[in-house]
């Protein structure tokens, strides 16, 4: 697509439920990035994939989060059994993957995470 | 000490000065250099990017780079009431691929 699209745009929880955040990167953008940012606070890396390798998973803050990436295109972050201090806005981003040509990263529009 | 630093501001200047956006990091062989605008609610968008020491324009931004002082700069001239915002600076590392390290972000504020 012509940008990098996130889904939903805003996500009420019940404390304990589980939930999933989509990512669909720009196309042909092999590299793909999770952000979440509190509010007011800046940006906290969870985790980075790139093409086929293992992804960079040291971001993530527990074992209740987990993301995939399937055919090296859309991904999904799932937090299970949310807590209150999962609330923030997920932001994902894509950009060219490794070699020349990197000029920085596209963000999605987010996700909007309150967790009640 | 933080791998890249900001001052959270805020920075206060009047329409039409200069603003001045300083970021310092600790990584000597970093690569690349970004600068992303962020306003509030909205996702960062990237301004521009630097490479190579000296000086990089871009209409009214000038991205500043000095690899030995491990500093890069953000001047915005003629400084308008929209580009009020919070400014990340972002560091590519040398041995990270394409992963970016960003800065807690310096928030800007320009008024009429």
């Known amino acids: 697509g012509a940008g990098v699209s996130q889904s939903p745009s805003n996500k009420v929880t019940e404390k304990g439920k589980d939930v999933e955040l989509r990512c669909d990167p720009i196309s042909g953008h092999t590299a793909l990035y999770w952000y979440r940012q509190s509010l007011g606070q800046g940006l906290e890396f969870l985790i980075y994939?790139?093409?086929?390798?293992?992804?960079?998973k040291s971001g993530l803050p527990s074992d209740r989060f987990s993301a995939e990436r399937t055919g090296g295109s859309v991904s999904t972050l799932t937090i299970q059994r949310t807590q209150q201090e999962d609330s923030a806005v997920y932001l994902c981003?894509?950009?060219?993957?490794?070699?020349?040509?990197?000029?920085?990263?596209?963000f999605g529009s987010g996700t909007r995470l309150t967790v009640v | 000490q933080k791998e890249v630093e900001q001052n959270s501001g805020p920075l206060s200047v009047p329409e039409g000065a200069i603003a001045s956006l300083n970021c310092t990091y600790s990584d000597r062989g970093s690569q690349s250099f970004f600068w992303y605008r962020q306003y509030s609610g909205k996702s960062p968008e990237l301004i521009m990017f630097i490479y190579s020491n000296g000086d990089k324009e871009d209409g009214r931004f000038t991205a500043q780079l000095n690899k030995a002082s491990q500093y890069v700069s953000l001047l915005i001239r003629d400084s308008q009431p929209s580009d009020s915002a919070t400014y990340l600076c972002?560091?590519?590392?040398?041995?990270?691929?394409?992963?970016?390290?960003f800065g807690g972000g310096t928030r800007l504020m320009v008024k009429p």
């Open positions: 981003a894509s950009s060219l993957g490794q070699g020349g040509g990197f000029s920085g990263y596209t």
């Open positions: 994939f790139q093409g086929n390798s293992a992804p960079d």
């Open positions: 972002a560091v590519r590392a040398g041995n990270a691929g394409n992963m970016l390290t």
